[in-house]
């Protein structure tokens, strides 16, 4: 290959985040600078490198501060699933969009920190590092914020679909029935005398078994609704615990 000019490549899988006119091949033709790093052509492209898996230049894999020279081959493959995230048990923090989502993480006892209001870029960002909180977002631009400590995008629109993507991709640990779904904080067994306030007479009479958050003293007990939580539980059990 010759010119001044380094040719990139999308793995299918990333070709989402190109310009239409690229999304097809997934390939592009980039002037080489000579001091703009492979990370740098990366994300002028649309990718986050959040996204990225291994750069392979000319068969060898690079750094992200590979800087490319002109006539070489650039091959941006997915990123590898289970991906390797420092820490653990992992932590997460979703934006103002994913609430369904971090209600469903919290079901099953994943450390999930929500912002319910739209706190801005700069201070997610901030609040990811501060936290060392692995940023989940369906913002493009949030994710290519140097300041993250981590982060992943979130490729569907379905919570179903969210919550398959992310415990396939970070296997979380699980701990189901642990943390409150409203505000993230720790459940412990509670005596219906002990959440008494929050009970309507219908409740009182038919159940005795109790939890409450340690953080916000929200009661919680086997309702309406508990079978469809325990098929999510048992799915995410079934497919991603241990």
Known sequence: MNGP???VE????????????????????????????????????????TEAGPLVVDGH???VSHIPTAGQSV???????????????????????????????????VDTAYESTDIGDPALAALSAAEQRVMLSRDRGLLRRRELWAGAYVYSTRPEDQLRDILGRLRPELRPWTRCTAC?????????EEVADQLEGGT???????????????????????????????????DYAG
Request: glycine share 8%; proline share 6%; with cysteine.
């Open 61 to 63: 894999e690079v750094p």
């Open 75 to 109: 091959s941006v493959r997915p990123v590898e699933r289970p991906q390797r995230v420092p820490g653990a048990p992992l932590r997460f923090l979703l934006d103002v969009h994913l609430g369904t989502l971090a209600r469903r993480m919290r079901l099953l006892g």
């Open 10 to 49: 999308f793995a299918p899988e990333l070709r989402l985040f190109l310009p239409n006119g690229r999304r097809q091949d997934g390939a592009a033709q980039v002037t080489a600078d000579g001091f703009s790093t492979l990370g740098h052509v990366v994300e002028s492209l649309g990718v986050p490198l």
């Open 184 to 192: 993230n904080g720790l459940l412990k067994e509670a005596t219906k």
């Open 204 to 238: 009182q009479r038919s159940y005795d078994v109790f939890a409450q958050c340690t953080a916000c003293k929200r009661a919680y007990w086997k309702g309406a609704h508990h079978e469809q939580l325990v098929a999510i539980v048992e799915r995410a059990l079934a």
């Open 5 to 7: 000019e380094i040719h």
